[in-house]
Every structure is written in structure tokens, then in C-alpha cells.
């Protein structure tokens, strides 16, 4: 019965993750929208967009998956004194549940409008990656479409509220596995949106741009009592 619940939630978490990148669809746009007609759009090929959203996924997962590992491996350390292990463990993953749903939740808040998102966030940008310069001026140049694979490796990695916060989730998940499997959906879900950029169907997703950011929004905070919940579980 136990696993079969386990199972159950695990589902739940899977689907609230694409859920996430889908109903980000019109913050997707706003934010990465003109990056995504500057880059992609020159190569005038459908296919230039894959490479570049492949890049994109494959640096979701891979910080999923490396996440989900340090939060797996936190967890493993703890049973180092067999003693105490399980006291430790159970302890730990308290600890990690509790942060990743704190996370979550600001993130959401932030989504509603009731809270601010941190300036670190604000003035971030992707000059301040290694090797942007670089890259953007190869693709700019219509080099290699192999040079639209790397943008998208790098930009997978700015700051954005609505990737941050499946980040946060990948800790708490409970393996690299399985958070690779979180952020790949999450990944994936953002797809649809920023795929048919310049079609009618992008002018209504900014329309509704304020609807599907509140709910992103309750999608998090729902992450983050679904993972205080465990963690209060857990404890008693």
C-alpha cells in the first residue's frame, strides 16, 4: 500500500513539473522570446530550433540530475554512524524537503505577485556566462548550427523563476534519476510555447500571460505543501 501511494506522488510531482513549464509558457516568451527569434530564427529551418531547445533540455536535466544527486547523497552521508542512521536520514530528508518547498514557495509567491523575485534574479543576465560573448557572435554570424547547441547548453542556465524553481524541486527528489526525470519534464513543457513563437497562438498566450503566471504560481506553492507535507509525515 505504502509503495503504491509513493508511486501515486511520485506521478503527481512528475505532472506537476510539465505543468510548470507549460503554464510558464507566457513568461517563457516574454523573457526568452526574442533570444529565440534572434538565434534560432536567423537559420529560417525548423530543425535550428531543436538544436538549440536540445541544448536548453540537456542542461535542465543534467542540473536536475546533478541536484537530485547532491540531495540523494546528503542523505547517504547521514547513514554513516549505523547506530543513528536512520534518525539521521529521516532527519536529512526532512531537512532537504523543507528547503526545496521554502524555495518553492517564494518562487510561487513571487509568480502572484505578492512577492518580489530576489535582485540578484533582476540584474542577472547571460553576458555574465563564460563564453557567451564568444558563442553569441558565432551564431549571430550564421556559423555552425552546432553554435545554436551551445547557446542553448548556456541559457538553460538563466536565472528564471520558473527553472530555479523546478532546480529546487530536483533537490528533494530523491536521486539523480529522478531528478533529471523532473527537470526533463519541466523542460519539455516549456517547449510548446516558445515552438510556435510568431503564430497566433503566441499572441494569446501573452494575452492570458497574467492567468498562466498565477497559475505556475499555485503549481509551486501545491509542490511546496505536497513536500512540507511529507516532510511533517516524516517527522511524526
Not at 5 to 19: R, T
Not at 68 to 91: C, M, S
Not at 134 to 139: C, D, F, G, L, S
Request: charged share 10%; net charge positive; aromatic share 8%.
Amino acid at each position: 500500500m505504502g509503495e503504491r501511494v509513493g508511486e501515486l506522488d511520485a506521478g503527481i510531482d512528475y505532472v506537476s513539473m510539465f505543468l510548470l513549464g507549460l503554464l510558464g509558457a507566457g513568461h517563457c516568451l516574454g523573457m526568452c522570446g526574442p533570444l529565440v527569434v534572434a538565434l534560432p530564427g536567423q537559420y529560417e529551418r525548423w530543425h535550428a530550433h531543436w538544436i538549440y531547445h536540445c541544448g536548453r533540455l540537456i542542461t535542465y536535466t543534467t542540473v536536475g540530475a546533478s541536484l537530485g544527486g547532491i540531495g540523494h547523497g546528503l542523505i547517504r552521508l547521514a547513514a554513516l554512524e549505523p547506530e543513528t542512521a536512520l534518525v539521521y536520514i529521516t532527519r536529512t530528508q526532512i531537512a532537504i524537503s523543507l528547503l526545496a518547498a521554502l524555495c518553492l514557495a517564494l518562487f510561487g509567491l513571487s509568480r502572484l505577485g505578492l512577492l518580489n523575485e530576489p535582485k540578484w534574479m533582476a540584474v542577472a543576465s547571460p553576458q555574465k556566462i563564460p563564453g557567451y560573448g564568444a558563442t553569441m557572435k558565432r551564431v549571430l554570424n550564421r556559423g555552425s548550427a552546432l553554435w545554436l547547441f551551445a547557446m542553448g547548453l548556456m541559457l538553460g542556465l538563466l536565472p528564471c523563476g520558473l527553472s530555479y524553481a523546478a532546480f529546487a524541486r530536483a533537490l528533494a527528489a530523491g536521486g539523480p534519476t529522478q531528478g533529471a526525470f523532473m527537470t526533463a519534464l519541466f523542460g519539455l513543457g516549456t517547449l510548446p510555447g516558445l515552438l510556435i513563437l510568431g503564430t497566433g497562438a503566441a499572441n494569446i498566450l501573452r494575452r492570458y500571460r497574467t492567468e498562466t503566471e498565477i497559475l505556475a504560481g499555485l503549481v509551486m506553492i501545491g509542490m511546496a505543501v505536497s513536500l512540507t507535507a511529507k516532510a511533517w509525515t516524516a517527522f511524526f
